[in-house]
């Protein structure tokens, strides 16, 4: 049986540096969308950037779920 001293401790920087890497993944996956987006108005011409609308909330959209599945799947392996 292992001690508590056996066991390395996961240093908090471990965490802090995955959570900001999913922040800056969030910002590039809607930055993105909304480049695609932009670039579907530009292209058929539409009025009121509506494709640039839908896509960035697109992207936000999914990357809160992504967020959210990454913080489920943590905490079911004791992260």
Excluded at 16 to 28: D, E, P, R, T, V
Excluded at 29 to 46: N, R
Aim: aromatic share 16%; charged share 20%.
């Amino acid at each position: 049986m292992k001690s508590e001293q056996d066991i390395p401790k996961k240093s908090s920087l471990t965490g802090f540096s995955k959570y900001s890497a999913i922040g800056f993944q969030m910002i590039a996956t809607i930055c993105v969308f909304g480049a695609i987006g932009w670039w579907l108005d530009k292209h058929f011409e539409v009025k009121g950037k509506w494709n640039t609308v839908f896509f960035m909330l697109f992207g936000v959209i999914g990357s809160i779920t992504k967020f959210i599945i990454d913080v489920i799947n943590d905490q079911k392996r004791g992260e």
